[in-house]
Every structure is written in C-alpha cells, then in structure tokens.
C-alpha cells in the first residue's frame, strides 16, 4: 500500500488526501512532527516537510505540487486538471493562489500562529499575526464569492484541483471556526465541496486535545 | 508580441525570461513595482505579483509556476519538462525546492532584505535575516554539489525546469555577489548554465543605482 507521511492541519498533506480518495487510491498514513527532524525521514526527503508519499514499489516523492502532478499523471480517473493549456493554467493560478497568497495571508497567520506554535512549542502565538489573519480572510472570501457568481466551480464548468487546494486551506482554518461563512457566498461553493464523499476523512481529522469547533464536519452549518 | 510584466530580482519571473529564450519566444518587457498597486495591473492579476504574461490573443497568464507549466504545453522545444511521469516528478520536487525553501531560507533574506527593502521603501534591512541567509545559503549549495556528484544536471542527464529554477533563484543572489561558490562543486554547473545564450538578457540586467558585483555576467567566475 502506498504511504502517505503528512501532519496534522497541514493544507498541503489534504491536498494530497483528498485527491487520493477522490482517486480511489488507499494510503496508509503515517503522521511525521517534522519540527522533531529524524535522519529517517530526511532519507527519505532531504527538504523536511510533509506531504511524502511512498509508492508501492519503494518509490519516494515529495513536494505536494510535484505529488498531485504525478498522481493526476499516473491515476487520471476523476480528471482534476484536464482540458486545453488555458483551463489547465487557470486551475494552476488558483492553486498557486491559495498554496502561496491564502497561505501566506491567512493559514500561516491562523492556523500557523493558534495551533502549530503550540504543536511545535515555539513560544506564544502573535496577536497581531491572528488578527492580520482575521482580516485577510475576508479579501479571500470575497473573491471565492466573485469567482462563485460567475462559474460553477472556481476555475469553470467542473471540479478541479483548483476546489481541492481551496478547500484544503479553507477546512484547516475552518477547523478552529475561523472562517466567517455568513457573509458570503462562497459557503455554498463550500457546502458543495465538503458534501463529497473524500472530504469525510479529513472532516473525522481530530487532534488530540485540539478539537475542531462543532460545524467543522457539519454539512449543514 | 507576447507581454511580460516583470520585476528587477525577481526569480519568479527570471524563470519565466529564461524559458522564453530558451524556447525562442519574444516577450515585450514591462517593469511593474508590485508595491504600488495599479487598478489596470490588478485587473490582470488580481494577486497583485509578477509575473504576468499577455499572450498576443489577449489572453493573461498569472503565477509563475501556472505560466511555465502553459509554455511547456504549448511550446514544447526545448522540452524542459520531459520523461516518466517520476521524473517529471522529481524536476518537480526540485522546483518546488528553490522556489519555496530556497526561496524562504536565502532569496527573501538576502535579496529581500538587501534589495527589495530599499527599493519599496520600506525601512532598513534586518541585520539578522541577512546574517541567517548568509548561513542557509551553504546548505544548498552543499546539496547542489550532491546532486551533481551523482547527475549531470541537477534533475538528472538532461537540463530541465529544475536548473532554471535553481539558476533563477542563485542568479538573484549572484548580483549582489553573495554566493560564495569558492567553496563548492556547485560553481561547475552554474557555469554551465550560466553560458547559456538564454542567460544573456539576465546577465545584462543592471538596477539603475544598484550596479551587479563584477562577477555577475562573469562566465569564468
């Protein structure tokens, strides 16, 4: 079976997860506190950081851009970045836009700053960072929202990977409630994406002694 | 004419210059300081960075990794993203490396603080992130030697989007003579990249102000 090592709350490890459910694939997974570096781990991937995934023939990749890219290659049922070299490079903006701007803007300040300085014991939490967070994210919501009245998913007619990485960002900072829904649209884009069956793993996500806030895995919230 | 808005120091989009002389496309070049926001550049890229691609149909290109991506699809010679889909895997990883880990740990340290503080005006440069980028750099460079110990390039026997990255990324540095290559077997391979036709238009690049150190367009550094 492949191995998947991931974190806790890590937007780039759900990237992966919820492709491989969404691919049928079955990974075993195996939780690596990459804040406590092991040379075994740094075997397997010099640059430290989770997701690394370990195919079933011994085979390491690592990088969650390089692994969805491999695996939309390797297992390309449902298609998740399909269609001509625009539609492919509009999904791969929007990607880029939530793995490097919401990440920056957003996850790092929120889930950054409330949970992993705790996991990592890295001192307290930035008040000014969380507060930052707070109001970036409405920037964020309100381009979902934007994107939402013109197209039926965020990057056109169909689910993309563009959905996933969105939602992947957007759950792990849902988790601590820190997502204002009422005020925008893009909660029914979002109801939509969590309603999939692959979502149902990562909605079961409980860290111990960190739960997530009662609507995370509510369909209806 | 294709269109590229650009910025000085910008590895993001020295990857992109690089890939479009290699691939014997003519860009139009548009400096845009970032950090003063234009409504007419925001309605291009709502995320508000560089680089941004016009093609001639009108049609925009935003993030860095989405516009390489859509000219390897659509302008396949040279191919700079060739093979299985595991070494398209590991070219992968290795962007991914320079353009986040590299980039976090060297680029934004020491060209940020050095460079990109004095052109947004936005206060002195932090002694400490330099000094740290200063120490990180050599780590890389320890792994450039590595792979190269094993590889003729740094993704394996051919060049490819990996060594542009890394170029991209090591060129920045390079301006302000900041990569001590003495001390490494890196300094061949840069070599050899660096004698590349399509690194001249790099080499030429002169902040008005803030001249390159001698060595910079140097090929025999």
Redesign the interface.
């Known amino acids: 079976m492949r191995v998947l090592y991931h974190q806790w709350l890590s937007p780039a490890c759900r990237k992966g997860t919820d492709r491989a459910c969404g691919k049928k694939l079955d990974f075993e997974l195996r939780l690596e506190s990459v804040w406590e570096p092991r040379l075994e781990f740094l075997a397997l991937n ?2 430290g950081d989770v997701p690394v995934v370990v195919e079933t023939d011994g ?1 390491v ?7 969805v ?2 695996l939309e ?2 297992v390309p049922d449902p298609p998740l970045l399909a269609g001509t ?2 539609e ?3 999904v ?2 929007l ?3 939530f793995d ?2 919401f990440e920056c803007e957003v996850t790092r300040k929120l889930v950054g700053e409330k949970v992993m300085s705790r996991l990592t014991r890295r001192g307290h939490p930035d008040s000014a960072a969380i507060r930052a967070g707070h109001a970036n994210i409405r920037t964020h919501l309100e ?1 979902i929202s934007w994107l939402m009245e013109r197209r039926n998913w965020l990057a056109g007619d169909r689910l993309t990977l563009a959905d996933i990485a969105a939602a992947a960002h957007l759950s792990c900072v849902d988790y601590l409630g820190d997502v204002p829904w009422d005020a925008y649209e893009g909660r029914t884009w979002y109801a939509r994406v969590k309603s999939r069956p692959s979502m149902r793993p990562i909605l079961a996500d409980a860290i111990p002694g960190l739960p997530p806030v009662q609507a995370y895995a509510d369909l209806d919230f």
Chains 1, 2 share one sequence.
């Open positions: 010099p640059a085979r990749l690592a990088d969650s851009a390089a692994i890219e491999y290659e390797t070299p625009a492919r490079a509009e791969r903006r990607v880029g836009w490097n701007k381009y």
